[in-house]
C-alpha cells in the first residue's frame, strides 16, 4: 500500500480566535470557515492530515501571568499550569467541535499527556500513537501547551516548536501555516503601500533581508522571528512550508489541494 | 525528602452521570459534592491524587455504535473513535471543571494521546509525565478512552483497567473506587432485604462465595466480575483497594483522610 503524504496545517491562533487579549474567544465564522475548507480538501482522500492550532489569548493570558515559560519556580504556579491547560482544552474542544461539524474524523491530542520538554525543547512526544492515528484516518488536532521540562520543571510548547518537530518526524510532505498575514512581506506593509508579499525565503534571503533591515534600524521578519527560525531549520531538512492568509477564503483549501505559492515558501536554497 | 503517599481514586461512571443510558448527563449535583470532599480531604496535603472515572452512557453508547471493542474492522468505524474519544474529553472536561471550581491544580490527562493497548491490556502509558505531575502537586483526572491497540488496531481502555494499572506502576498506597453501591454484598440486596456488606474480600473469600453462589445458580459479585478480577490482581500484590459508595456524603473524605473499612476492602490473603 503506497504510503499517503501527510500534511501538518498550523491554524494560528490570530485565524481562530479574537483579537481582545483580555478574553479568550474564538473567532467563530473563521474557525467554521477553515473547517469547511480543510474537509472539502481532504474528500479527495489524497493525504493524511496532522492540525496543530495555536493559543491566542486562551494559553498567553494565564502562561505569562504565572511565568511558566521560566521554569517551576513556586508552588503558587501548579494552578497556573491547571488554568493554562484547561484553558487550551477548552479552545481545543471547540476546533475539533468545529472539524467534526464537517464530518472530520477529528481528535484531540493533549501535548501535556505524553509530551516532554528539555529546555524548552520536546524530546519526547507519542509519535507512535500519531502515526496509527494517521494510518487509520484519523486527524489529529494538538495545540500549544504547558508540559513537564526536564531541565526546567515546566515549560511551554508552543505550536510553532511543535509544528516543525512533528514535520520532521513524521516526514511530512507538506506544512502550510494559517497566519493573519498572507505571507513574509518585504516592506512593514503598515508604513509601506507598495510593501509585497516575498514568494520564496530561505537562509540566504532572510540573511540578506535582516542585513537590509539592520541597516535601516527594521527587520521585517522580526514578528515572525521564532516561527522563521523554526521554519528554516526545517527548510534545511528539505521540508517545504508555506505561509498562507487565514483570512482569504479559499487559500486553505487551494493550499492543502497542491496549490503552491500562494502565500510565502520557506525552502532550502533560496 | 519523604515521599508522600499516592492515592488513586476512581469516580464511578454511575456515581458521576445519570442513569438514563439514552442521552449523556452529568450527575452535577453528585459531581460537585464529591469534588468538594476530594478538596476537604486534600488540603491536609498528606497524599498525592490520581483520578480516574468512568463513561456512563458520554463512552458506552458510542463505543458499542462502532463494536470498538472488537477491533478496527472497517473505516466506519473511524469517526465512531472521534465521537467516542470526543464525548468521553466532554465529560473529561466537565469532571476537571468540577474539581478546579473547588480550588483543585486539576489537570486532564487523555489516555490516547500516549497509552498504546495490546489485545485490550495496557502495555504503553506515559508514567513518566504522571509521576511529575503528581510530584508537582497537580492532581491529574483520566478516563476511559478508546485507544491504538498493537494487536486489533483499536480497543477500549476501561477506568477499571486503567486503576490497577496505575496503582501497581505508581506504587499507590491506596485504591478507592466509588461506586452507586456501598460495597459488595453477601447476598442480592434486591432481593434479599437482610443482605449485608461484605468487609473484606480476598481471593480465597471470593472463590467460596463464587462457590456458593454457583450452587444456587447466582453469584453475587457477577456484576462486578471484572473490576473484582483486577482488584484481585491487585492485592497479589499487596496493593489494598476498597469499594465505597459514591452516594453516602462524606465517606469519600473520610477514606482519603485514612479511614478504612467504610466499604469492601479487598486485599491479600482474605
Known amino acids: 500500500m503506497k504510503k499517503k503524504k501527510i500534511i501538518i496545517v498550523k491554524l494560528g491562533g490570530s485565524a481562530i480566535t479574537a483579537k481582545d487579549d483580555s478574553k479568550p474567544e474564538v473567532n467563530a ?13 481532504l474528500k479527495e482522500d489524497k493525504f493524511s492530515l496532522f492540525i496543530v492550532h495555536g493559543a491566542g489569548p486562551y494559553g498567553h493570558v494565564p502562561a505569562k501571568k504565572y511565568e511558566l515559560n521560566s521554569g517551576l519556580k513556586s508552588t503558587k504556579q501548579v ?3 491547571s488554568d493554562t491547560h484547561h484553558s487550551m482544552e477548552g479552545l481545543n474542544y471547540i476546533v475539533v467541535t468545529a472539524l467534526r461539524k464537517e464530518g472530520l474524523p477529528a481528535i484531540a491530542l493533549q501535548p501535556s499527556a505524553g509530551g ?8 519526547k512526544f507519542p509519535l507512535d500513537v500519531i502515526k496509527k492515528m494517521l494510518g ?34 513524521l516526514k511530512a510532505d507538506r506544512v502550510i501555516l494559517v497566519a493573519d498575514v498572507p505571507g513574509v512581506f518585504d516592506k512593514d506593509p503598515k508604513k509601506n503601500p507598495d510593501a509585497k508579499i516575498i514568494k520564496e525565503l530561505g537562509r540566504k534571503s532572510v540573511r540578506q533581508i535582516r542585513e537590509i533591515g539592520s541597516a535601516k534600524g527594521t527587520d521585517v521578519t522580526g514578528g515572525m522571528k521564532g516561527k522563521l527560525d523554526e521554519l528554516l531549520h526545517l527548510a534545511d531538512m528539505d521540508i517545504e512550508s508555506e505561509i ?23 525552502k532550502k536554497d533560496s
Open 29 to 41: 465564522a473563521n474557525l467554521e470557515r477553515l473547517a469547511g475548507e480543510i474537509a472539502e480538501a
Open 79 to 81: 494552578i497556573g499550569i
Open 116 to 123: 516532554i520538554l528539555k529546555n524548552g525543547k520536546l524530546i
Open 136 to 169: 487509520m484516518g484519523l486527524v489529529p488536532v494538538s495545540y500549544g501547551d504547558v508540559l513537564i521540562d526536564e531541565d526546567k520543571g515546566i515549560s511551554i510548547l508552543s505550536g510553532d516548536h511543535l509544528v516543525p518537530y512533528l514535520a520532521e518526524k
Open 244 to 266: 498562507i492568509s487565514g483570512f482569504a477564503p479559499g487559500d486553505l483549501e487551494r493550499a492543502l489541494l497542491g496549490v503552491r505559492g500562494i502565500g510565502t515558501i520557506i
